[in-house]
């Protein structure tokens, strides 16, 4: 795969004779197509029910209004990762000479401000020069970290047929069920949505930009884990992306077999299929004859889990160390990991984007998958296989019991909440004590390990 290195893998020399070693163009190729069919695909799903489909994004990206501004220059920065100092100022200045003459022949013509053009352009241009021009390592990390940038932009097109598709699985949704869960958890949308209209308009502007700028922070995280692969030639085993990628794989599965919209959906003014109007002033009352309840034909159903939480975790987790050393990350990048995930969280309660059971669904979710991926050179042991399938069943009951007991959630608010609440933190304190408290071989001291 593009993500993993082969000259990172360690010894077998010994036990195996030398085996055939794909070749950076090769990985490249396969990749491509495969991507290519995917694309194809979807985008027949997606005009033969007429919404916009990856190919039709795409090409507005090459010569139309560009949909986002952020991913592609998102996945411009994950490319530069692989370049030389003089080659990224060269890209970065052609990625923005030609937004600027795309944008230019936009306003003359009395289009919207849509920039974004040029760095998928030069993503593409820096793909053809290092697969066609460039050799030996300058070739092979200029494929890597170009294959990052262009996975970024290509997952976003994906994300957004899906919804598409969420909505064509779900015609209707399970939230009668998942609200009288939150009534268990104290039902923190309603309480966050609250606080957010006493903070006022700034508080919601700065929660607001976080939560749309998720690309933005996982950017900056791996541009850090990556910063030194162009002067060592080293990538190391895990980092941010591949976590990044596997929950956008896994997560949107549950998005068809859980359809949910949201309290501000369900519970709020802004919809004619909503249940009343309760969201954030009022909870709405315990129902205990919860179904499902038919809605709208362009609401996602894309809360259950929520992958915002899922992303924004696993933001901060690999904003804690360095993934070649395990030396603790700087100060800046550890609170920045910090303030992105708890802005996050309180981004997706206080907009009733989410419930809080969402929330906890995507947290395991994020802690399953990382702990399937982390320290690859570790292998599959005893300790890894017990920690992930834990993650599993616990992610499969917690969504098993938000459908079938949620009666049980609202007739017994406490003690359910509570048993939600402590597998939560028996699970974290597994993964801490796995992945972050000291191990035998590990470089770092006790005490660093507590920092982390």
């Not at 795969?1 to 070749?23: F, I, N, V, Y």
Request: proline share 7%; hydrophobic share 50%.
């Amino acid at each position: 795969m593009l993500l993993d290195d082969p000259r990172s893998r360690s010894g077998g020399a010994a036990r195996r004779p030398e085996t055939w070693t794909p070749s950076p163009r090769a990985r490249l190729a396969a990749v491509l197509g495969i991507g290519a069919v995917a694309l194809i695909a979807l985008q027949i799903v997606a005009s033969r029910h007429h919404f916009v489909g990856p190919l039709e994004s795409i090409w507005d990206d090459f010569a139309g209004n560009a949909k986002s501004f952020t991913v592609p220059w998102a996945g411009l920065g994950l490319a530069l990762i692989g370049l030389s100092w003089r080659r990224r100022a060269l890209a970065v200045g052609a990625a923005l000479g030609i937004d600027l003459v795309y944008q230019g022949i936009r306003t003359l013509h009395g289009g919207p401000l849509a920039m974004g053009n040029g760095p998928v352009l030069v993503l593409l241009a820096l793909i053809g020069l290092a697969y066609w021009k460039w050799q030996g390592s300058e070739r092979a990390n200029a494929l890597h970290a170009a294959a990052l940038g262009i996975l970024l932009v290509l997952s976003s097109k994906v994300a957004d047929v899906w919804l598409g598709i969420t909505v064509l699985a779900g015609p209707r949704v399970l939230d009668e069920h998942v609200v009288l869960v939150d009534h268990a958890l104290g039902d923190p949308s309603w309480m966050m949505g609250q606080l957010l209209d006493w903070l006022g308009p700034f508080a919601s502007a700065v929660l607001h930009w976080v939560y749309i700028e998720l690309p933005l922070g996982a950017m900056i995280v791996t541009v850090w884990q990556l910063r030194n692969v162009v002067q060592t030639g080293e990538w190391p085993r895990h980092y941010l992306v591949r976590t990044f990628l596997v929950l956008g794989l896994v997560g949107p599965i549950f998005y068809v077999v859980f359809p949910v919209v949201g309290p501000i959906f369900a519970f709020g003014a802004d919809s004619t299929f909503s249940l009343g109007h309760y969201w954030p002033a009022v909870v709405p009352p315990v129902d205990l004859a919860p179904g499902s309840i038919a809605f709208d034909h362009f609401t996602p159903r894309n809360c259950m889990p929520s992958l915002h939480t899922a992303w924004a975790l696993s933001i901060f987790i690999h904003s804690r160390r360095d993934p070649f050393t395990g030396a603790p990350a700087p100060t800046w990048l550890r609170w920045g990991g910090a303030f992105w995930l708890i802005a996050t969280l309180s981004a997706t309660l206080g907009f009733g984007y989410h419930y809080g059971a969402d929330l906890v669904a995507g947290a395991v979710l994020c802690l399953t998958v990382e702990s399937a991926l982390r320290a690859p050179e570790r292998g599959w042991d005893g300790t890894r296989v017990r920690l992930v399938a834990a993650g599993a069943a616990l992610f499969a009951g917690l969504l098993l019991s938000y459908r079938y007991l949620s009666v049980g959630f609202a007739e017994h608010p406490v003690p359910a909440g509570m048993i939600v609440l402590g597998l939560l933190a028996a699970y974290v304190t597994a993964f801490y004590r796995t992945w972050f408290a000291q191990l035998p071989d590990a470089p770092a001291t006790l005490e660093t390990a507590v920092r982390a």
